[in-house]
């Protein structure tokens, strides 16, 4: 990897100079502003330094088909890809460290998370046992027939509510006959397909040749909006070849913008930044020649009025065929159930992320049979573009049974 440091009177002109010299696949590490010339610190100009680097390996070949059990988007210029991107979320942090996000980064406040947090998961845990406890006399225990109980702990350990293993294994009982409720392989198999008859509410994007798709991602604050919206992006744009635009109503990342443009510029995808739902308006109107817009939201906490009538405006003004949101796997059920009521009336479909951070995944279950929207995409890690799964019943039942069967 070669890295080059380019100066100038602004961002525009080093941008284009970069793109000359190096070409679009110039990875951009860091942008300053800095000092020149001038006399014992006086009289020095302002100027503006970007640092770029640019891989002088051999290209590897857009390779089109070929998805994997990973992700469909491994094998494309995923380097480059992967740095742009991480560029782009360095400058991210960057920005929130200089701003409103420093506060938290001090050490005593750091403790005061940590104390937190701590209270706050014995909290959830004294609240699950009690649960747990009251669930031993429910009326449903005493239903399942003691071979199963071992499939409802099972099914506990992974997540699921006891309310709906119960209810599960209840229905598992039911269409085998007694003799079977011994076989695990009879009575795993059964669970998956109950399992994953409560999964069968999926759908992903398919865009139109004919008409322009507009996609909103919306959803509580971190929960993976912006990579979700990388990793769609460069898939659509690289492995469909489709022509996809990107545009951020994220305006408190305006500092990360270049950033995000050479991101865009990489995959080939124009980059457009609003600040109001009449700027996002006109933004989509411009790229109406585009199969798909990906529109990009600020995280919104759903207890926030006013955050969250911000961005029913932008929503109102875009009209998104498609409005995603986007909930996290480490998130814990209530507070998923409580975004969901908060966003559903906003959102078309879910998309659901971080399952690679969540060890017990069976709690998506609970939230999928108290939702009613199709779910579009399962993530599974920090890497644009790889780690993006289309969503299907199959692969949500993997989720949250695991791989193999516990009790063989
Ligand atoms: N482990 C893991 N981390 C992820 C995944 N998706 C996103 N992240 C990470 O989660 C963090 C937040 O991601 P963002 O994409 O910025 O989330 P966001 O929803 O856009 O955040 P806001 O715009 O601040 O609301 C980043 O560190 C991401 O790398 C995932 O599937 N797995
Ligand atoms: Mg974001």
Request: hydrophobic share 35%; aromatic share 6%.
């Amino acid at each position: 990897m070669r890295v080059k440091r380019f100066t100038g009177e602004n961002v525009t002109d080093i941008m284009s100079k970069i793109k000359r010299e190096l070409g679009p696949e110039a990875v951009i590490l860091q942008t300053r502003q800095i000092k020149e010339g001038g006399f014992l610190g006086f009289f020095a100009k302002t100027k503006v330094e970007i640092i770029t680097a640019i891989e002088e390996k051999p290209q590897v070949k857009p390779q089109v088909s070929g998805t994997s059990q990973n992700g469909p988007l491994q094998t494309v210029k995923t380097d480059a890809i992967k740095k742009a991107y991480e560029a782009y979320r360095e400058k991210e942090n960057e920005y929130a460290m200089e701003n409103t996000g420093q506060e938290s980064l001090k050490p005593s406040n750091i403790a005061e998370q940590d104390l937190l947090e701590r209270t706050k998961s014995e909290l959830q845990e004294m609240h699950s046992i009690l649960k747990e406890i009251k669930g031993h006399i429910s009326k449903e225990d005493k239903e399942n027939p003691e071979p199963l109980h071992k499939w409802v702990n099972f099914l506990i350990t992974r997540g699921v509510s006891r309310e709906l293993s119960n209810r599960l294994l209840y229905r598992v009982k039911n269409e085998l006959v007694e003799g079977q409720w011994d076989n695990s392989v009879l009575v795993f198999e059964n669970l998956k397909k109950q399992v994953a008859n409560l999964c069968t509410n999926t759908q992903t994007i398919r865009p139109r040749k004919s008409k322009t798709l507009v996609v909103a991602l919306v959803g509580p604050t971190g929960v993976g909006k912006t990579t979700t919206i990388g990793k769609l992006a460069a898939g659509f744009s690289i492995i469909e070849k489709r022509k996809v635009a990107l545009v951020t109503a994220d305006t408190y990342r305006v500092a990360a913008v270049e950033q995000l443009r050479t991101f865009g510029e990489i995959i080939g995808v124009p980059v457009e930044v609003v600040m109001t739902p009449e700027g996002l308006k006109e933004a989509i109107d411009e790229q109406r020649d585009k199969e798909l817009i990906f529109i990009d939201t600020a995280g919104r906490s759903p207890h926030h009025d006013l955050h969250m009538s911000e961005l029913e405006a932008f929503l109102n003004k875009a009209q998104p065929d498609l409005t995603m949101l986007v909930m996290s796997a480490t998130t814990n059920l209530p507070d998923q159930i409580k975004a969901f009521e908060r966003f559903k009336d906003l959102s078309t479909h879910l998309i659901l992320t971080k399952l690679d951070e969540s060890f017990s995944l069976g709690s998506l279950l609970d939230l999928l049979v108290n939702t009613d929207l199709p779910v579009a995409y399962l993530t599974n890690g920090q890497d644009v573009p790889d780690d993006i799964d289309a969503a299907t019943p199959e692969k949500l039942a993997r989720c949250v049974l695991g791989e193999g069967n516990p009790n063989v």
